[in-house]
């Protein structure tokens, strides 16, 4: 198709699939034979042919690295299966509500992506979150939560509590000059955070709140698994054992 603003005046045009089109240009008039037509559709087909297996290529990447990503991410959840496995038999053991925090605090930052855990309650008044477990690289962290655990506050703890949903923060950074708890996990090296509330019987106890020291620790999968599982155990003995327990640590 003659078009006045190029200095062509002969043109070849092959379509590539989806790749797109080769255009062959000649500033000449009549420029290409019978010859010239067949060799250009030759190279044409060569082409096509080549990124089609460019494509595929990137395609097979493309879902090896999705299996990676979901193998990681079922390796994670395990790992978070196991340490809840742990926690649950220690929070069956368990004599007082004291244990039954340390222990799932203690469990969970045994996996070494989890820097911290802590568990929280609402005061009698309702007004803010007081921290009653915690365990972790970095205790000091928990003083220095003293000026963040009004109710009123985006911290992601008081936010679970406050919504009785998980709360996911998955890169701390963002936000952090509008929101002062997100610039005391920085300076504490966390990264990202999940928080999820601990409710037995339809009645909210508190929250659980884990830190990592990279963002996006926590996907959906994790959020999962990290809801309370005592109840879900299937042995008769150990579920009723866990429901006992589960009344201490809702108890007081």
């Known amino acids: 198709m ?10 070849l045009i092959y379509p590539l699939g989806n790749h797109g089109v080769l255009l062959i240009g000649d500033t000449e008039i ?11 559709d030759l190279l044409a087909t060569a082409a096509e042919t ?8 990137q395609q097979l990447q493309t879902q090896k690295q999705d299996a990676q990503r979901q193998a990681q991410q079922l390796t994670r959840a395990n790992q978070i299966n196991e340490k809840l496995r742990e926690s649950i038999q ?14 799932i605090c203690t469990h969970l930052t045994e996996i070494d992506r989890f820097a911290f855990a802590w568990v929280g309650k609402p005061t009698p008044t309702g007004d ?5 477990a915690w365990a972790g690289s970095n205790s000091e962290y928990i003083e220095d939560l003293s000026g963040h655990l009004d109710i009123d506050s985006h911290l992601p703890a008081v ?4 919504e009785r949903e998980p709360t996911n923060v998955s890169t701390v950074a963002d936000a952090a000059n509008q929101e002062p708890w997100r610039q005391l996990a920085l300076l ?20 659980l709140t884990i830190y990592a020291t990279r963002p996006s620790a926590f996907d ?10 005592v109840l879900r155990s299937g042995h008769t003995g150990t579920r009723e054992r866990g429901i006992s327990a589960m009344r201490r640590l809702a108890s007081g």
């Not at 003659?2 to 002969?10: H, L």
């Open 159 to 162: 936010q679970t509590i406050r």
């Open 128 to 132: 803010a979150v007081t921290p009653v």
């Open 30 to 40: 009549g420029a290409f034979d019978r010859d010239t037509e067949e060799l250009a």
């Open 90 to 103: 220690a929070i069956i053991e368990a004599d007082t509500r004291q244990e039954i925090e340390q222990a």
């Open 2 to 11: 003659y078009n006045p603003t190029t200095p062509f005046r002969s043109e």
């Open 220 to 229: 959906e999968r994790s959020t999962a698994v990290l809801q309370p599982r």
């Open 50 to 57: 080549a990124l089609d297996r460019v494509a595929w290529a």
């Open 188 to 207: 504490h090296e966390y990264q990202s955070a999940i928080s999820v509330p601990i409710i037995y019987d339809e009645t909210l106890y508190g929250a």
